[in-house]
């Protein structure tokens, strides 16, 4: 069983930047698909960025405006979403999710139709200005 979990959130000042970290267990296998989620205050999850865990291709929504990076350490079984110029409306809970893919290209569309199979608790986050 796929296990993740989720940490790195917290209050945070509005321009600041965070980095939320999600280690996965529970697998050994290179070609999965690691993602960044948030559920923004009022609003449904949305995903954020996708990564390939063999080869590193990252894919972003368009949402993401160029201030956040997804990276991976595989030795660590770690995947990280940094955010850059944290905004009010950033302000929600941050999911981590997984699902296991035979190519990169298939991230990009788990990503836009929230396909994965494996889910964290989340982690939150809160910006104040």
């Known amino acids: 069983q796929v296990q993740l979990v989720e940490s790195g959130g917290g209050s945070v000042q509005a321009g600041g930047s965070v980095t939320l970290s999600c280690v996965y267990s529970g697998h050994n296998d290179s070609n999965y698909c690691m993602a960044w989620f948030r559920r923004p205050l009022g609003k449904s999850r949305e995903g954020v960025a996708t990564?390939?865990?063999?080869?590193?291709?990252?894919y972003y929504d368009d949402s993401a405006e160029g201030r956040f990076t997804i990276s991976q350490d595989n030795v660590k079984n770690t995947v990280y979403l940094q955010i850059n110029s944290l905004k009010a409306e950033d302000t929600g809970m941050y999911y981590c999710?997984?699902?296991?893919?035979?190519?990169?290209?298939?991230?990009?569309?788990?990503?836009?139709?929230?396909?994965?199979?494996?889910w964290g608790r989340g982690t939150q986050i809160i910006v104040s200005s």
């Open positions: 999710a997984a699902t296991r893919a035979g190519q990169s290209a298939a991230c990009e569309t788990s990503l836009r139709y929230k396909a994965f199979a494996y």
């Open positions: 990564i390939y865990t063999s080869d590193a291709s990252a």
